[in-house]
């Protein structure tokens, strides 16, 4: 079913997934241009590491930070794409259809050929990487002072992984060369001050569960494991958050042009869905901002466990987007954001890259903003099909995973409310299967759109939103993704 599932959403989603000859021919050729170069600083003594999961492949990116009396030094290479993929070429044209990487349960269909994603364009340990820098001065607030941008060579030192790092801060174990160990505990020391500051600024802290399916030799599901949230990770996304403002704010301050990543307040009638579900009194509701409804609403869902708050709070904020226009990002509280750190797998930070070098080369910029304007709209509609397209695989395999669960009792928890039926989240598989209107026992139930509930019209009973119930699988359609069922022991 695992090759069924992929090829199955490749057919329905129209994923490039196969590369031409002239593509190939192309990443052969480009792959052994020369890496030094008189304007690309040399920055390979430096003790810089890449720290990625257990499985990377790709490494977009690698750290090093140094504190003295008065500040931190931070340096995050970038693996410069631009470097090798030049616009118009075939390959830029190919990556531009595909947007981003689509990722799989242990598989990717890559944006970039794989002699470039996994090869000569990632920063691997010990060899010799064209970089995109951005040096960042940090005062001992936490606060960014200066920062510039310039192409480098580097030499990353180590590739470490997330778990590595934990176990190295909690003195479990230990990294082995010296430069490294400091750097990370410089890394250590300006994570702590940036965290106070993401706190002070109110930044949203929504941690969804986000699981990883393990699979067996013949590539069924074995376990269903819901990813850890560690320190490591934070080390590595506030340094990567930091490059990617000093990448907004060069270009708002030195271009007529820019490639922003985007996240607009919540649309109001949204927030009055959340307002209802933690019952927010309108007094309280007049002294509070958009920012303010939302921190409190999660506030509330953490302290009580509320999944189904969590739900609905996702439900209410807008997408982030790309585009020209620099509306800042709500969820971050940052008044410019951009995406930058990632060119092997998605397009819009190679789009960044190409910016931020021709301005640093002086040469005009070809690109009107209508046309870089298209390409933010439609790199926001490829990144919308590569969450499909991966979520679509990962729920037929949990689908195929539980056929084996027919008849079975399990606990869920009511995420949506039609009147077709209710939409129960199984919480131990985190995905939703449909308990139809016309499977409800004892009762012919009407749809009330005010209360998102279910009412019974002779008994009076109600399902509604966020209700914990028992339920039982009563079928399966794995490719289909439809999950039946009906309530447990019919109450």
């Given at each position: 079913m695992y090759k069924e599932a992929i090829q199955d959403a490749i057919s329905m989603h129209e994923l490039p997934s196969k590369w031409s000859s002239d593509v190939l021919n192309e990443a052969k050729t480009v792959a052994n241009k020369k890496k030094i170069a008189r304007y690309r600083k040399d920055l390979r003594k430096l003790n810089f590491a890449t720290i990625d999961g257990e499985d990377a492949k790709d490494f977009d990116d690698a750290v090093y930070c140094v504190k003295n009396s008065n500040s931190f030094t931070l340096y995050v290479a970038i693996a410069d794409v631009s470097f090798y993929v030049t616009p118009g070429s075939k390959i830029d044209i190919e990556a531009k259809k595909r947007g981003t990487s689509i990722y799989f349960p242990e598989t990717v269909i890559p944006m970039l050929p794989e002699n470039l994603s996994n090869g000569i364009c990632s920063l691997r340990p010990n060899e010799d990487r064209c970089s995109m820098i951005c040096e960042m001065s940090i005062?001992?607030?936490?606060?960014?002072?200066?920062?510039?941008?310039?192409?480098?060579?580097?030499?990353?030192?180590?590739?470490?992984?997330?778990?590595?790092?934990?176990?190295?801060?909690?003195?479990?174990?230990?990294?082995?060369?010296?430069?490294?160990?400091?750097?990370?505990?410089?890394?250590?020391?300006?994570?702590?001050?940036?965290?106070?500051?993401?706190?002070?600024?109110?930044?949203?802290?929504?941690?969804?569960?986000?699981?990883?399916?393990?699979?067996?030799?013949?590539?069924?599901?074995?376990?269903?494991?819901?990813?850890?949230?560690?320190?490591?990770?934070?080390?590595?996304?506030?340094?990567?958050?930091?490059?990617?403002?000093?990448?907004?704010?060069?270009?708002?301050?030195?271009?007529?042009?820019?490639?922003?990543?985007?996240?607009?307040?919540?649309?109001?009638?949204?927030?009055?869905?959340?307002?209802?579900?933690?019952?927010?009194?309108?007094?309280?509701?007049k002294k509070l901002s958009p920012l303010e409804v939302v921190n409190f609403c999660l506030d509330q869902a953490n302290k009580k466990n509320d999944s189904t708050g969590q739900i609905l709070i996702l439900q209410s904020l807008a997408r982030a987007e790309y585009s020209t226009n620099n509306l800042g990002h709500f969820g971050l509280q940052l008044t410019q954001y951009s995406h930058f750190t990632s060119p092997i797998r998605r397009y819009p930070d190679l789009l960044v890259h190409r910016l931020i070098n021709s301005s640093l080369a002086q040469k005009n910029i070809l690109t009107r903003q209508n046309e870089l304007q298209d390409e933010c709209e439609n790199s926001s509609m490829l990144e919308r099909r590569a969450e499909k397209a991966s979520r679509q695989v990962e729920q037929v395999l949990i689908c195929c995973y539980l056929c084996k669960k027919i008849g079975s009792t399990m606990d869920g928890v009511v995420t949506g409310v039609t009147d077709f039926g209710l939409f129960v989240n199984l919480e131990p598989y985190f995905i939703s299967g449909l308990l139809h209107v016309t499977d409800l026992p004892d009762d012919r139930y009407y749809y009330l759109p005010d209360r998102n509930a279910l009412k019974g019209k002779r008994r009076g009973g109600i399902y509604k939103l966020g209700q914990k119930i028992k339920v039982k699988i009563a079928a399966i359609f794995p490719l289909e993704r439809k999950i039946n069922l009906v309530i447990s022991n019919g109450k």
């Open positions: 005062g001992l607030d936490g606060k960014r002072n200066k920062y510039k941008f310039y192409s480098g060579l580097i030499n990353s030192k180590a590739r470490l992984t997330y778990n590595q790092v934990e176990k190295h801060l909690n003195k479990s174990s230990s990294i082995k060369l010296a430069g490294v160990r400091d750097s990370i505990k410089h890394l250590k020391d300006l994570t702590n001050l940036r965290l106070k500051l993401r706190n002070q600024r109110k930044a949203l802290e929504i941690n969804p569960m986000e699981t990883t399916l393990e699979l067996s030799e013949s590539k069924e599901v074995k376990n269903i494991v819901l990813k850890k949230s560690l320190f490591a990770h934070k080390l590595v996304e506030e340094s990567m958050l930091l490059a990617n403002e000093s990448a907004a704010e060069f270009m708002q301050e030195r271009l007529n042009l820019g490639v922003y990543r985007i996240h607009e307040d919540p649309d109001p009638s949204k927030l009055e869905a959340l307002k209802k579900h933690f019952k927010i009194t309108p007094k309280l509701v």
